[in-house]
């Protein structure tokens, strides 16, 4: 399984905890770890850049809702 493929599936078996956390923000997630959240898309993948510059990042937000807290958004390179 792919880093990116793990990253997708930790962040679907944390959804409650995400969604308390970090409702409404931006993540950056590389090998099942937060390197970087906020509430701009753009700038939270510049510090995760920067954290990890050779990683594959997931980058996804947190809804606010319950409903479905976890959009997917994208992997980056």
Known sequence: MESHDRDFNWLSE???ELQ????GQWLAVVDGEIVAAGMDGE???????????DAEIVIEVVDRELTNPVYELACLA
């Open 20 to 23: 308390r956390r970090y409702a």
């Open 43 to 53: 700038a939270v993948y510049r510090r995760a850049r920067r954290e990890r510059p």
């Open 14 to 16: 944390h959804p409650a």
